[in-house]
């Protein structure tokens, strides 16, 4: 069982930035890959971005590549995503998702899911 915790949401102005947190928590949380995705209203939710917590590996949605980083704290055992020159269009809400070992394009590959945090760039 892994429960998920995310922060950092908010009202930004377009080419801003917002640091979102998604605290991890459970006794095999090591295994996980971990998945940040968004959903705007009236559209399905979409991968952002993904790392795994045994190398750190990133991956990242085309629209998000070069904006938007992933990175995870062993230590806190937290996993970040910092968002930069943000648009508009990047407002939704944003979960953090947590699935064994591989990161996953595809929501309903992952098991465990965080509240969300709204984030809602103005222009």
């Known amino acids: 069982q892994v429960q998920l915790v995310e922060s950092g949401g908010g009202l930004v102005q377009a080419g801003g930035s917002l640091r979102l947190s998604c605290a991890a928590s459970?006794?095999?949380?090591?295994?996980?890959?971990m998945g940040w995705f968004r959903q705007a209203p009236g559209k399905e939710r979409e991968f952002v971005a993904g790392?795994?917590?045994?190398?750190?590996?990133?991956d990242y949605a085309d629209s998000v590549k070069g904006r938007f980083t992933i990175s995870r704290d062993n230590t806190k055992n937290t996993v970040y995503l910092q968002m930069n020159s943000l648009k508009p269009e990047d407002t939704a809400v944003y979960y953090c998702a947590a699935r064994l070992y591989y990161i996953s394009l595809a929501a309903g590959a992952y098991n465990y899911w965080g509240q969300g945090t709204q984030v809602t760039v103005s222009s």
């Open positions: 790392v795994r917590w045994s190398d750190g590996l990133p």
């Open positions: 459970g006794p095999t949380v090591r295994r996980y890959a």
